[in-house]
């Protein structure tokens, strides 16, 4: 759940005593033909039996709008907004303004000034209690870290959020897009992108490629139009994975100095959902894809990797006899027993590589993870292979 926009707006032909409200197949004709022609938006419609309904992406780090035209011809519009923040909100309502104007029609409700109200929901949000809060999070990966606050632009403490409490307002800067103004749009898509999406290592293929090249775009567009508080170090090293040495990289180059980049979830482990309810953790920098009907899951970040394939065998209710049935087969390095989970980590080296082959027994289910890497990445390889659980089912 989200805060966002929720407003009505009516038609000025309608008011009054002898006035008549327009024919809402004629409002909803001319509203898609108005969005249609709304520049840096895309958009769905589509007609049901009494209304006409359109989905409108404004941005593409939010949620799609939904505007319907009712039988009694009024413009119903809403919106999560809290996703990128008050900056997107008055974004989005300086954007309609002009299809209400031509369409001849008003806000039944005024609007209560968006950053105030923002702060206000998030404020109730953190009131809730919860151990840690997402908020703002896309939900593709679970980074694990101890803060109080996970927000979509970096995690918070305790402190920050019982500053919040107390005055709502300080809560601004949990929101990518917290101001009104062009070139923060672009701001808002790289920042999100670079705390939740960017791996901060080497690009290992043309997806990843593709991801730094737009995040370095809309970070140069903000520049030009004129945003002046800019992520220099993490623009920087953007760059530097791209391969830049041009005259505007240096400039940048020049910004960032030496001062370090800390922004990045993906800096932190991350922990993975598996078949068989098996989770696994793993760095942030490393990505993942399945394979052979989503049976074997494989992940890399270019100089380690895991493989990972999972089976049950619902007869058997002994975690300790489903181990054993799988022989020893090379140099068994480590064993743990922790309550149901047992394991068996063996190893064995192939053409300079260092393998780990570990199992986990949790009767009557049985993971198999395979960790490949340097023999200096040993110690990483037993923890990751030692962090295979299956998540409870309550």
């Given amino acids: 759940m989200g805060f966002g926009i929720d407003r009505r707006a009516r ?7 002898f006035r008549r409200a327009p024919d809402p197949e004629d409002v909803a004709k001319q509203l898609a033909f108005l969005l249609m ?23 593409p780090r939010a949620p799609a709008a939904k505007l319907v035209v009712g039988p009694d011809a009024e413009l119903s519009v809403k919106a999560q907004t809290s996703t990128l923040g008050p900056g997107y909100h008055a974004d989005v309502l300086d954007r309609l303004q002009p ?25 109730g949000r953190l009131a809730e209690g919860d151990d840690q809060l997402w908020v703002g999070l896309s939900g593709a990966y679970k ?8 927000t979509a632009v970096g995690p918070r403490d305790e402190a920050w959020r019982q500053a919040v409490l107390a005055e709502p307002a300080r809560g601004l800067d949990a929101f990518p897009w917290p101001v009104a103004g062009k070139g923060f749009g672009d701001l808002a898509s790289a920042l999100v992108a670079m705390w939740q999406e960017v791996p901060w290592r080497e690009p290992l293929d043309d997806a990843e490629i593709a991801l730094m090249e737009r995040v370095e775009r809309e970070l140069a567009a903000a520049q030009r139009a004129g945003v002046t508080e800019l992520p220099y170090e993490a623009w920087a090293e ?15 180059y020049k910004r960032a100095g030496e001062r370090p980049n800390l922004i990045g979830y993906r800096r932190l482990d991350m922990d993975i959902a598996l078949t068989g309810d098996w989770i696994v953790r793993v760095p942030g920098s490393f990505a993942g894809r399945w394979e052979d009907d989503h049976t074997r899951y494989l992940a890399s970040d270019g100089d380690r990797a895991i493989e990972f394939t999972s089976l049950t065998a619902e007869a058997e209710t002994d975690s300790a006899k489903l181990l054993a049935v799988a022989p020893e087969q090379r140099t068994v390095i480590d064993r743990f ?15 300079y590589v260092h393998i780990v082959h570990g199992l986990v027994a949790d009767a009557p289910h049985v993971a198999i993870l395979t960790l490949k890497g340097k023999r200096s990445d040993e110690a990483w390889a037993l923890r990751t292979w030692r962090s295979l659980h299956r998540e409870s089912r309550t």
Avoid: N
């Fill in 37 to 59: 022609r709304m520049k840096r938006t895309t958009s769905r419609q589509l007609k049901k039996v009494d209304r006409f309904i359109a989905e409108v992406t404004f941005h």
């Fill in 238 to 252: 953007l760059l530097g994975y791209l391969g830049r040495d041009d005259d505007d990289a240096a400039k940048v």
């Fill in 11 to 17: 038609s000025r032909k309608g008011k009054g005593l």
């Fill in 143 to 150: 980074f694990v870290s101890d803060a109080a606050v996970l």
């Fill in 99 to 123: 299809v209400l104007d031509e369409l001849d029609f008003v806000w039944t409700e005024p609007e209560p000034e968006p950053a105030a109200a923002m702060c206000t929901w998030l404020a």
């Fill in 337 to 351: 027993v922790d309550g149901t989970r047992h394991g068996r980590a063996e190893t064995s080296d192939e053409d």
